[in-house]
């Protein structure tokens, strides 16, 4: 699926035609250079290799900055991979947000914002504050007890329990898109994305 890579810059609200007033994620897609063209022959499937954002040739090691220089390009913060089965594409190509229409969908991939480590009731939706019930006693926001106790004498896995929360990788579909402006390159997208104000997006479409 071929797609782009942007930023996430923030959200705002529009007014719709009829008057709406939606809630809105504004994106920087692009422009990425195509840094490598991979072929069946060669690497046994078909894909292209994107770069976006500029970033210091000081804070690069040698093999990338030699892998840029072969597709004509400064180095870059992020590379992406997308299976594109276009042969018209090649190495050190502009892709831009021209491929993408007005009222058109996109998938967006991202990472959500990181938590840390959370107990049950902001994790899991525990209710917590309630009734002394199964061995909660006076902890408020503990989760009780969890199980069985001489048989299984243990904890199943996959036990809701406290732990890390957030900084997954999430893929939102069908999100609309509501405005291209390709001079600025920014997208317009109904609704909200994973992640947070200046993090990296996958722009699948």
């Not at 996430?8 to 939606?22: L, P, R, Y």
């Not at 109904?190 to 699948?204: C, N």
Request: positive net charge.
């Amino acid at each position: 699926m071929p797609g782009l890579i942007g930023k996430k810059i923030g959200m705002t609200s529009i007014f719709s035609e009829d008057g709406k007033n939606m809630a809105v994620t504004v994106i920087e897609a692009g422009p990425c250079v195509v840094t490598q063209v991979k072929t069946p022959e060669k690497d046994g499937y078909s894909a292209v290799q994107l770069a976006f954002d500029d970033k210091k040739e000081k804070s690069s090691n040698k093999p990338l900055i030699g892998h840029f220089k072969k597709a004509g390009t400064a180095p870059k913060s992020k590379v992406i991979e997308f299976i594109w089965d276009s042969p018209e594409v090649k190495t050190g190509d502009i892709v831009t947000l021209d491929s993408i229409k007005d009222e058109g969908w996109v998938d967006i991939v991202g990472t959500s914002k990181g938590k840390g480590f959370q107990g049950v009731v902001k994790r899991h939706g525990f209710s917590g504050v309630g009734g002394a019930t199964h061995g909660q006693h006076n902890r408020l926001r503990a989760p009780g007890s969890m199980g069985a106790s001489s048989y299984p004498s243990r904890v199943f896995k996959g036990k809701r329990l406290a732990g890390q929360m957030g900084n997954d990788r999430i893929k939102v579909q069908n999100l609309q898109v509501l405005k291209v402006i390709p001079e600025n390159n920014l997208l317009l997208v109904k609704g909200s994305v994973p992640g947070t104000k200046g993090s990296y997006l996958i722009i699948e479409y």
